[in-house]
């Protein structure tokens, strides 16, 4: 029943590892995001995509590589993990546009997947 | 470039007392949205209310309301008579309208609120 899905929900690993964090929606929505929540909880966008195609990447170092296998899911894997990388990822996915009134652009969000690099 | 600003930090009130968050916000732009996301202590982000630019009536959802003001670049939201479940951290953040399908949201920094029994 979940609308917005990201597995794992905690991670933990060491430095220099590479790890993914998988992200589904089940709510038709053409575009989904990956946003970062530091430890402040101050909240970032990482990237975005529309319909498997990146629309928006927001200086991430290139370690970050998301990959979209279809519009239903946005994936993100992450090379030579570093210790700053440390934080709360959080995929989110919003409708098509249906005008002004319409319901895009609310975005909906995943439970979060808590990253520990040690 | 967009700016959203929280400046209550933390806010503690207790129980039945009516608590007013504050967000103010910059942009250039005419045509924009603007969001309060709930994000309680389990963790999980939760979208409260969207407004667009061009729709200055406030709004009531039961114990939540919301006044929006271009006048003063504000977008406030406020809790009557608080409850121990309303405890979390409340996020406003600014879209701009520039059509197609994707809106970058840029958030405030988020207030803290602890309501105590």
């Known amino acids: 029943d979940t609308a917005v899905s990201q597995t794992p929900k905690y991670l933990v690993t060491q430095m220099g590892n590479d790890k993914s964090i998988k992200c589904e929606q089940n709510l038709g929505h053409d575009t989904m995001y990956w946003y970062k929540q530091d430890s402040k909880k101050f909240l970032k966008i990482m990237f975005s995509y529309n319909n498997k195609e990146l629309i928006i990447n927001e200086t991430v170092p290139n370690r970050f590589s998301p990959k979209s296998p279809d519009k239903a899911h946005l994936n993100l894997h992450i090379n030579s993990l570093e210790l700053g990388d440390s934080a709360v990822y959080f995929c989110?996915?919003?409708?098509?546009?249906?005008?002004?009134?319409?319901?895009?652009?609310?975005?909906?969000f995943g439970a979060g997947t808590r990253l520990s690099v040690l | 470039a967009q700016k959203v600003t929280q400046a209550q930090t933390e806010i503690s009130v207790v129980e039945k007392e009516d608590v007013t968050l504050d967000c103010v916000y910059e942009t250039r732009d005419t045509t924009y949205y603007l969001f309060w996301y709930k994000q309680p202590p389990s963790g999980e982000l939760v979208f409260l209310i969207r407004r667009n630019s061009f729709d200055e009536q406030n709004e009531i959802s039961g114990r939540y309301s919301w006044n929006f003001q271009k006048s003063t670049s504000s977008f406030n939201f406020t809790i009557t008579a608080s409850q121990v479940v309303d405890s979390a951290v409340y996020f406003c953040?600014?879209?701009?309208?520039?059509?197609?399908?994707?809106?970058?949201?840029?958030f405030g920094k988020g207030t803290l609120l602890t309501v105590n029994p």
């Open positions: 989110a996915s919003s409708p098509r546009d249906r005008g002004l009134a319409g319901a895009k652009n609310i975005q909906y």
């Open positions: 953040a600014l879209s701009e309208f520039s059509g197609g399908s994707n809106y970058k949201l840029t």
